[in-house]
């Protein structure tokens, strides 16, 4: 498996592909995890997104926003190769990760996911103790301070406070909104590079929300973080870009498909975005 020296070899910067306005402020120099170029995602023969361009910024918060069923979940999941476990998923173009594209044959998917972290909407523990759900990928990376990493993990995820005397007791005894932390300790454990988060908060309080967001906030030192969100003032509080998808709808077939309408600063999206369909969903008159 090549990626890692790859990656190294391909890494370097490169300007961003989506357009800024000659008056918005550049976009980032520093680099992009990501470049995608012409994804399309098919569930058996039903097109559910489709050719979606665009580069996420290394060491920033990439939100994805969007009407339900525009393919968010979808197209955060072509980033670590989810997909192959979707049955009938099927994804066209080119994803790239650090310059190396992620669906050639040669790449281990395992891999993939390893460097490429995920959290999803609904929380997903494993039937073990709180401290062998984070424990989980260290060990299997052959780690020693699990005891460190655990507790690391479950600080920065803000639920260590709440089981710190009973990290033996078993993760499914926790509350909806513990286990969706603990499933963010879980991502945070293994160090990944990449962080892909569908909804993270949705079943959060809003003082957890707020810990979640500063997460988010600080794993930009050593992290890339992309969100979907439906929640517009956390798109607008917490991340450095947002991309808006829309459903195109085809009246005479009866299809829905996905695509991506722009991506921009998150001020620029909020504030003058380039599209008016953008304009429309952000001040809440669409979607
Ligand atoms: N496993 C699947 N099999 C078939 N169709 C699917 C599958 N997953 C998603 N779809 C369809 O693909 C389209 C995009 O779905 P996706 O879940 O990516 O949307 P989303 O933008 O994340 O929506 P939401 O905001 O409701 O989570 C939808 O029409 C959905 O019904
Ligand atoms: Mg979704």
Same mark, same amino acid.
């Given at each position: 498996m090549q990626l890692a020296t790859a990656a190294a070899r391909l890494r370097r910067d490169r300007a961003p592909r989506q357009a800024a306005s000659? &008056? *918005?402020?550049?976009?980032? %120099?520093?680099?992009?995890v990501f470049e995608v170029e012409d994804v399309s995602v098919r569930y058996g023969d039903f %097109?559910?997104? *489709? =050719?979606v361009s665009l580069t996420i910024p290394r060491n920033e918060i990439t939100a994805l926003i969007g009407p339900s069923g525009c393919g968010k979940s979808t197209i955060l999941r072509t980033l670590n190769r989810?997909? #192959? !476990?979707? #049955? =009938?998923a099927s994804v066209q173009g080119t994803v790239r990760y650090n310059g190396e =594209?992620?669906?050639?044959? =040669?790449?281990d998917p395992v891999e993939v996911r390893r460097r490429i972290g995920m959290v999803f909407q609904k929380p997903n523990p494993f039937p073990k103790s709180i401290y062998d759900n984070v424990a989980f990928g260290p060990r299997l990376n052959g780690e020693r301070d699990l005891d460190g990493l655990v507790e690391e993990a479950l600080v920065r995820a803000a639920l260590w406070d709440e089981v710190r005397t009973k990290? *033996? &007791?078993? $993760? /499914?005894? !926790?509350?909806g909104g513990q286990q969706q932390r603990l499933c963010i300790a879980r991502a945070l454990a293994t160090r990944p590079d990449v962080i892909l988060m569908d909804e993270? $908060?949705? $079943? /959060?309080?809003p003082i957890a929300t707020h810990k979640i967001e500063d997460l988010m906030r600080s794993l930009r030192e050593t992290c890339t973080v992309v969100v979907v969100t439906h929640n517009m003032q956390q798109a607008s509080r917490v991340s450095d870009w947002t991309a808006f998808f829309s459903v195109d709808v085809d009246d005479e077939q009866g299809m829905r498909t996905g695509e991506l309408v722009e991506l921009d600063r998150t001020d620029a999206i909020f504030t003058e975005a380039s599209d008016p369909r953008t304009e429309a969903y952000v001040t809440g008159r669409m979607g």
């Open positions: 000659p &008056s *918005r402020p550049a976009p980032t %120099t520093t680099g992009h %097109t559910a997104v *489709r =050719d989810m997909n #192959d !476990l979707v #049955d =009938d =594209d992620i669906y050639a044959p =040669d790449v990290l *033996r &007791s078993p $993760a /499914l005894e !926790l509350s993270p $908060a949705s $079943a /959060l309080d």
